[in-house]
């Protein structure tokens, strides 16, 4: 069974900086072999995709809310996912989801069970 | 960027119910889609991909249905595990973007 685990969440104030990091473990699961995904979900609030990396990680892409701010980066050879966040707002306040890409398609499975990040001061 | 737009907001429904929730795309996604379950306090979990592909281990009461901009989420018999929030997901173009999400509620 695959499972992520996601860490480094916690309370910063504006203007600060927090990685985040996702661990990938599973039998039989090759972690290079997949696209990974971050995801967030503010308080009380809905899904909000962040950001998208391919398996060699070649290929990026970020939601507006987060270019510019935010840097994903993966690790292979450490089975992990990562998201450098800077200039972090009040609105980045929420969970955080590394979820896997199964089939190379742009969809979501599965996904960590998420680390909250407070933005506050 | 395309919009997805889910409704009803929330359903009231009775075990045994049959449940369908719509998902409306701001422009044509062909059956890049996908749907998501999501109970308090826990990750999201997917159901549906491809528009109408059941995820492995998932029940065969949920199915899914649609193309192009119009796409449906049905249980056909709601149990009470079912009670969550659902999300659809276009998966066609970046950004990929969700739906506002539904909850089922206990009538």
């Known amino acids: 069974e695959v499972q992520l685990v996601e860490s480094g969440g916690g309370l910063v104030q504006p203007g600060g900086s927090l990685r985040l990091s996702c661990a990938a473990s599973?039998?039989?699961?090759?972690?290079?072999?997949?696209?990974m995904n971050w995801v967030r979900q503010a308080p009380g609030k809905g899904l909000e995709w962040l950001s998208y990396?391919?398996?060699?990680?070649?290929?990026?892409y970020y939601a507006d809310s987060v270019k510019g701010r935010f840097t994903i980066s993966r690790d292979n050879a450490k089975n992990s996912l990562y998201l450098l966040m800077n200039s972090l707002r009040a609105e980045d306040t929420a969970i955080y989801y590394c979820?896997?890409?199964?089939?190379?398609?742009?969809?979501?499975?599965?996904w960590g069970q998420g680390t909250l990040v407070t933005v506050s001061s | 960027d395309t919009q997805m737009t889910q409704s009803p907001s929330s359903v009231s429904a009775s075990v045994g119910d049959r449940v369908t929730i719509t998902c409306r795309a701001s422009?044509?996604?062909?059956?890049?889609l996908a749907w998501y379950q999501q109970k308090p306090g826990k990750a999201p979990k997917l159901l549906i991909y491809a528009a109408s592909s059941l995820q492995s281990g998932v029940p065969s009461r949920f199915s899914g249905s649609g193309s192009g901009t119009d796409f449906t989420l049905t249980i056909s018999s709601l149990q009470p595990e079912d009670f969550a929030t659902y999300y659809c997901?276009?998966?066609?173009?970046?950004?990929?973007?969700f739906g506002g999400g539904t909850k089922v509620e206990i009538k």
């Open positions: 599973g039998f039989g699961f090759t972690f290079s072999s997949y696209d």
């Open positions: 979820a896997r890409d199964p089939h190379s398609r742009w969809w979501f499975d599965p």
């Open positions: 997901q276009q998966a066609n173009s970046f950004p990929l973007t």
């Open positions: 990396i391919s398996s060699s990680g070649s290929s990026i």
């Open positions: 422009q044509g996604i062909s059956s890049w």
